[in-house]
T-cell receptor
Framework: NAGVTQTPKFRVLKTGQSMTLLCAQD?????MYWYRQDPGMGLRLIHY???????AKGEVPDGYNVSRLKKQNFLLGLESAAPSQTSVYFC?????????????FGPGTRLTVL | SQQGEEDPQALSIQEGENATMNCSYK?????LQWYRQNSGRGLVHLIL?????REKHSGRLRVTLDTSKKSSSLLITASRAADTASYFC???????????FGTGTRLTVIP
């Protein structure tokens, strides 16, 4: 089993460009999450999904959109990238609710916006 | 913010010594989890302790939880160079769909 995979691993964008980050999991998990990690800030939740076809906002959702068309995939989109979105992005999944279950993380995508 | 805070921010010890790191949080929780992150990698789950538990062990890891003080500690005994990583606590409030992560403790174990 691959667990949680993310593509791409690295990306450099110019301000105003758009891109989509793909997360895939093969554990049949219902819950999926997108986080960003910045130095000294820990992980902050961007958006999450509690099942196929559902999405919800997290702590820092502005400037991002997400879609969960298939249970195994969770896409994170940046419509018009800004330098403030330079960060490392992590996808995670879990079997169920956070207050009962551990989360499994992907290896991360390092995004630089110039 | 419900984000927890780890203390210390950085810790450097000799191989074989014990490492203790602490986490404080602000709201009532259902569980508290500890994760490890090796440099350039994703987070890996270490241990989950529920609000009605006071102590939990897993191999060389010992976690305590004091809900009255809103704090937890992670003890790594007989540390190894491979334990060098950042360690994060994460809390889940009752009914929450997501975790809130702390800012992490950077542990360096010197061979």
């Amino acid at each position: 089993n691959a667990g949680v995979t993310q593509t791409p691993k690295f990306r450099v964008l110019k301000t105003g460009q758009s891109m989509t980050l793909l997360c895939a999991q093969d554990m049949n998990h219902e819950y999926m999450y997108w986080y960003r990690q910045d130095p000294g800030m820990g992980l902050r939740l961007i958006h999450y999904s509690v099942g196929e076809g559902t999405t919800a906002k997290g702590e820092v959702p502005d400037g991002y959109n997400v879609s969960r068309l298939k249970k195994q995939n969770f896409l994170l989109g940046l419509e018009s990238a800004a330098p403030s979105q330079t960060s490392v992005y992590f996808c995670a999944s879990s079997y169920g609710l956070a207050h009962y279950n551990e989360q499994f993380f992907g290896p991360g995508t390092r995004l630089t916006v110039l | 913010s419900q984000q927890g805070e780890e203390d210390p921010q950085a810790l450097s010890i000799q191989e074989g010594e014990n490492a203790t790191m602490n986490c404080s949080y602000k709201t009532s929780i259902n569980n508290l989890q500890w994760y490890r992150q090796n440099s350039g990698r994703g987070l890996v789950h270490l241990i989950l302790i529920r609000s009605n538990e006071r102590e939990k062990h897993s191999g060389r890891l010992r976690v305590t939880l004091d809900t009255s003080k809103k704090s937890s500690s992670l003890l790594i005994t007989a540390s190894r160079a491979a334990d060098t990583a950042s360690y994060f606590c994460a809390t889940a409030s009752t009914g929450a769909n997501n975790l809130f992560f702390g800012t992490g403790t950077r542990l360096t174990v010197i061979p």
